[in-house]
């Protein structure tokens, strides 16, 4: 999108963001620190920098803080670190672009050694937007919640156990759609399709799909085929009482909420979405091109 010089302000007070204790993040952050100064924006550093940082006059949030108090947040990390603090920042009115100290970087667009140019554009008000829908998961027990939390990858029904098959009902809107015995599920959103799923033969879903797709793990029928859902739907598994071991749902590989025979777990949209921005000349396809290697164009 482009804006007009009136709205080009927008980004007046900038959130950084960064994985503590990495020399190579460490000295983004500080260049773009030193960038976001002389252009004239008020600066907030993620407070778990503290003890990293040796800058004048740095002001210090949590996440939160940063997510109430900042037009945009820059994340200086991989994916994974992007994931964490998206769950956060999803819950706010801000804007988040990240910058690429990782290994794929899917979510995170901007070169460390070449952000200047993209991001006074991005700042400008030249960019492209998408926003991006979490999943929530909830574990209840005989009714009753006792747990939840958010995803923006994907949310994973799994033994507690390695390689130990576990058997569950899967319900879309209180429809019975079938009754599994795998190793799990995974469910994954269309940010999350080029991640987990993808590695266990699960389809590619384009970021502006409003779907969710159902991936069984090495289920033990030859008939169970991964399946995608309208996003609006609501999953609920049922957890068979037969099973003789505990469960996780893992959320993004980072939160675990545990499961027990007997429990269900409903997983849903959340309300709140990821304002993620990208360069004015991101193109997916060209992503997907570079990450995996996908061959020229014939003509």
Not at 216 to 225: C, E, I, K, V
Request: charged share 20%.
């Amino acid at each position: 999108m482009s804006l007009d010089s009136k709205q080009q302000s927008q980004f007046k007070t900038i959130g950084l963001i960064g994985k503590p204790q990495h020399s190579e993040a460490l000295q983004t952050l500080t260049s773009l620190y030193f960038f976001l100064q002389a252009r004239g924006h008020s600066i907030i550093v993620d407070i778990r920098l503290a003890d990293d940082l040796e800058l004048p006059q740095i002001r210090y949030e949590d996440l939160v803080g940063i997510g109430q108090k900042c037009d945009l947040a820059i994340v200086v990390g991989g994916d994974g670190y992007m994931l964490g603090a998206a769950r956060v920042l999803a819950r706010f009115d801000i804007s988040v672009i990240g910058v690429n100290r990782g290994n794929l970087g899917f979510l995170t667009d901007l070169d460390p050694e070449d952000f200047e140019k993209p991001l006074t554009e991005v700042l400008e008000g030249t960019y492209q937007a998408e926003n991006r829908f979490l999943l929530e998961a909830q574990v209840y027990s005989h009714g009753h919640l006792k747990s939840s939390s958010t995803a923006v990858n994907e949310a994973v029904l799994h033994p507690d156990k390695i390689a130990h098959m576990i058997e569950f009902e899967v319900y879309v809107n209180d429809n019975f759609m079938i009754n599994q015995r795998a190793d799990g599920l995974i469910l994954s959103t269309p940010t999350g399709s080029t991640a987990y799923s993808l590695s266990g033969g699960g389809p590619i879903l384009t970021p502006k799909l409003d779907a969710i797709s159902l991936l069984p793990m090495f289920p033990h029928t030859l008939n169970s085929r991964p399946i995608v859902i309208d996003a609006n739907s609501i999953v609920r598994l049922k957890i068979a009482q037969s099973n003789t071991t505990e469960m996780q749902i893992s959320c993004d590989s980072h939160v675990n909420l545990s499961v027990l025979p007997g429990d269900e777990v409903v997983i849903k949209k959340t309300q709140h979405k990821l304002n993620l921005l990208h360069p004015q000349n991101y193109n997916y396809f060209h992503v997907l091109h570079n990450k995996f290697g996908w061959g020229n164009k014939l003509f």
